[in-house]
Nanobody
């Protein structure tokens, strides 16, 4: 199982980014996918989840209305579109998949929101 995040970077407050997570090594289309983030000095925080077919999504209250999770099962990729970014969104963003009783994580992509 391999998850590779990309798309992070430095953005000004109010800006936007689209993060991607390319998956391989498992049947992507049958797995729910998740985004988490970890800010400096804090624990890892759940951000969003999308079901295997993409028909249902859930978001943490802190990002609801600003972030959108989506997926393309033909490309084995899950996305996180973030708009109206705030300095408190600064974190390393990770995608995760649970297969059976095991969680698999990517290496993360850094998002820094600063002027």
């Amino acid at each position: 199982v391999q998850l590779v995040e990309s798309g992070g970077g430095l953005v000004q407050p109010g800006g936007s980014l689209r993060l991607s997570c390319a998956a391989s090594g498992f049947t992507f289309s049958i797995a729910a996918m998740h985004w988490y983030r970890q800010a400096p000095g804090k624990g890892r925080e759940w951000v969003a989840t999308i079901t295997n077919g993409g028909g249902s999504t859930n978001y943490a209250d802190s990002v609801k209305g600003r972030f959108t999770i989506s997926r393309d099962n033909a490309k084995n990729t899950v996305y996180l579109q973030a708009i109206s970014l705030k300095p408190e969104d600064t974190a390393v963003y990770y995608c995760k998949v649970r297969l059976g009783f095991l969680d698999y994580w990517g290496q993360g992509t850094q998002v820094t929101v600063s002027s």
